[in-house]
């Protein structure tokens, strides 16, 4: 998990990403955020040592905050884990809980991939905005 302490200034190498999530159909359970610059981890970013996550309760998740983040491309996964057992549940092949991707990409038969959801930060504080998705 990334931290939301703030590193001691002299030691900062990167800027801050604020992503306001929206569109939350309840307030139970966690948002969980996985954020990489590798495509072949962009749907298994647990899997990605260097990547960035979050577990943040839904009640406090209207900005989810990454601290120093190095310059890059990255891409976001969002689940609302609605009964925080830390994974997407699912019924047949639909989610039963929400989700989202950094860049809101139009969703088609599956997940996006790593180029519809990648955003560039540059070495400034960048901002995203996030609408969760309910299938069931």
Known sequence: MISSTPAPAQNKTGVALDVSISGLRNAKGNILACMT?????????????QSHKLRIAVGQAATLHFADVTPGTYAIAFIHDENANNKMDMALFLPKEGFGFSRNPKMG????????????????????????????
């Open 109 to 136: 038969m599956g997940p996006p991939k790593f180029a519809s959801a990648a955003f560039t930060i540059g070495a400034v504080d960048t901002k995203l905005a996030v609408v969760m998705k309910y299938m069931l």
């Open 37 to 49: 610059e590798k495509p072949a981890f962009f749907l298994k970013c647990d899997k990605d040592p």
